[in-house]
């Protein structure tokens, strides 16, 4: 029987093989790979999250980064599980967001920020609905003045000038109590 021996060229050989191998395993991921679990907080998309506390604003940002980042930047699982009415997993008290690409405005952007007016998406109903004729002392006698219809009609124009003008009369109601409770306050202040 021949006896086998392990020379030094064998040993370095071995040692070279085995280094490689373990720094191939160890070797982090490119950060699009999702099986790397030290890139899940680069992964997690911000405009995801901003997006997802839009749709539920009941949800804490660092909620949904959280449940993004444990599956795997999935946005569409997190909304079914809110949808279908189950919590989101906590995140634990170590979990830190992820840092924003876009970053704080600075100091002079937040100051025209704050000096440009907010337009208005709809113009106020007043205006919308052409009730300026109606508005102010005269309008107040000329409501009261009106006579009520019967509840429904089965004629349909006729229902639909009875639901304008109800309409009408609750804006109309609703401007006077603001303008009432302004007055209030300014009496008290």
């Known amino acids: 029987m021949a006896e086998q021996t392990l020379n030094i060229p064998q040993i370095i ?19 699009g790979t999702p099986t790397s679990a030290g890139n899940r907080a680069t992964r997690i998309n ?7 506390v839009q749709m539920f604003p009941q949800l804490d940002r660092r909620t949904v980064a959280w449940n993004l980042s444990r599956n795997g930047g999935n946005a569409q699982a997190i909304t079914e599980t809110v949808l279908g009415g189950r919590a989101l997993e906590q995140p634990p008290t170590s979990f830190q967001l992820p840092p924003s690409r876009t970053g704080t405005p600075s100091g002079a952007q937040r100051q025209t920020a704050n000096r440009q007016p ?12 052409n009730l300026a004729s109606k508005v102010g002392p005269s309008a107040e006698s000329t409501a009261v ?7 429904w009609s089965q004629d349909k124009n006729e229902r639909q000038v009875n ?20 007055k209030a306050e300014q009496k008290t202040a």
Not at 46 to 52: C, Y
Not at 120 to 129: E, V
Not at 163 to 182: D, S, V, W, Y
């Open 163 to 182: 639901l304008q003008r109800r309409r009408e009369e609750m804006i109309l109601a609703a401007r006077r109590k603001m303008e009432e409770k302004a």
């Open 46 to 52: 911000p405009a995801q999250i901003d997006h997802l």
């Open 145 to 151: 003045e009106q006579p009520k219809s019967k509840a």
């Open 13 to 31: 050989v071995f040692l070279a093989v085995t280094v490689l191998v373990v720094r191939w395993f160890l070797k982090p991921a490119p950060a």
């Open 118 to 129: 907010a337009k208005p998406a709809q113009p106020d109903l007043i205006t919308r609905y």
